[in-house]
């Protein structure tokens, strides 16, 4: 439905347009029971909603710029899961990244603003790790790793998730957004 909801986006087929007040009809009031989560960043190039195509109800979103997740942020994903059993989690990251650069200008020995501190902080690791993988571009690179480290933090650190993991009932992946074009491209493992 992701895919299929970028492709919509893509072509000009998306159905936002239509989406009004009169799709908070009496099932959406009693409740909600969004198909994916996603983790995305705070750019404003880069609605989930618009770029899946996918109006209310649909989609249950965490966005902070550089889409990593504090406590908070963890405890959002593990909540639609446990309670309103989203069977999806995409964290979605995209190419020229401002949260993600400006990590990598302080790994390149640029002052660190301490109150951009908390944003960029845990987004270093990533840019680091990317630097020892063959890439044509490092600043997608770092992009890249960067979604799949949260998706693997998801993955293996949080006890809460093991359970649906495990089963089969949940499912976490990584995608990045391509800034020019829109394309969402799921992310390998
Ligand atoms: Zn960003």
Excluded: W
């Amino acid at each position: 439905m992701l895919k299929d909801g970028n492709h919509a986006f893509l072509t000009g087929h998306g159905v936002l347009e239509q989406v009004s007040a009169d799709d908070l009809d009496e099932d959406l009031q009693a409740g909600q029971r969004p198909f994916a989560v996603v983790v995305g960043c705070a750019d404003s190039r880069t609605p989930p909603t618009i770029l899946f195509n996918q109006g209310l109800g649909r989609l249950f979103i965490v966005r902070v710029a550089g889409n990593t997740l504090d406590r908070r942020g963890v405890a959002s994903v593990v909540y639609a899961v446990k309670h309103l059993k989203t069977p999806l989690v995409v964290v979605l990251g995209h190419t020229g990244c401002g949260a993600v650069s400006a990590a990598a200008s302080v790994v390149d020995g640029a002052t660190m603003d301490p109150a951009l501190e908390d944003m960029l902080t845990p987004i270093i690791p990533a840019v680091i790790a990317a630097r020892t993988q063959p890439h044509a571009d490092p600043a997608v690179a770092a992009v890249e790793e960067n979604a799949r480290r949260v998706a693997y933090r998801l993955r293996t650190l949080e006890n809460a998730l093991d359970e649906p993991l495990a089963s089969g009932r949940l499912k976490i992946v990584a995608a990045v957004k391509d800034l020019r074009t829109g394309e969402v491209r799921f992310l390998d493992q």
